[in-house]
């Protein structure tokens, strides 16, 4: 199995930055997707970032703002998220994906207020 643990979270500003980190008991380019989530009070979970064979995909509201990135030889995953917005408000996940499994963490807190 593969151990999944996030940090980074936080509260922060509108407009401020914060940054994820996403330590994974696997070697990243084994997996795989990796891919980071959020899901907001009475919202669905969603994917926001997803890195895959070396590309990257992001869901439209966060495009231009985060920026997911993987680090091999430590086998962490992070997301960078910039000009933050209240609307990002939510529990982060991350998640590692084998050819059969989906491995998710426990989450990480990111509030944006003023």
């Known amino acids: 199995q593969v151990q999944v643990v996030e940090s980074g979270g936080g509260l922060v500003q509108p407009g401020g930055s914060l940054k994820l980190s996403c330590a994974v008991s696997?070697?990243?380019?084994?997996?795989?997707?990796m891919g980071w989530y959020r899901q907001a009070p009475g919202a669905e979970r969603e994917l926001v970032a997803s890195l895959s064979g070396g590309k990257t995909k992001y869901t439209d509201s966060v495009k231009g703002r985060f920026t997911i990135s993987a680090d091999d030889a430590k086998n962490t995953v992070d997301l960078q998220m910039n000009s933050l917005k209240p609307e990002d408000t939510a529990v982060y996940y991350c998640?590692?994906?084998?050819?059969?499994?989906?491995?998710w963490g426990q989450g990480t807190q990111v509030t944006v207020s003023s």
């Open positions: 998640n590692a994906r084998t050819s059969s499994l989906f491995y």
């Open positions: 696997e070697t990243i380019a084994n997996l795989y997707t």
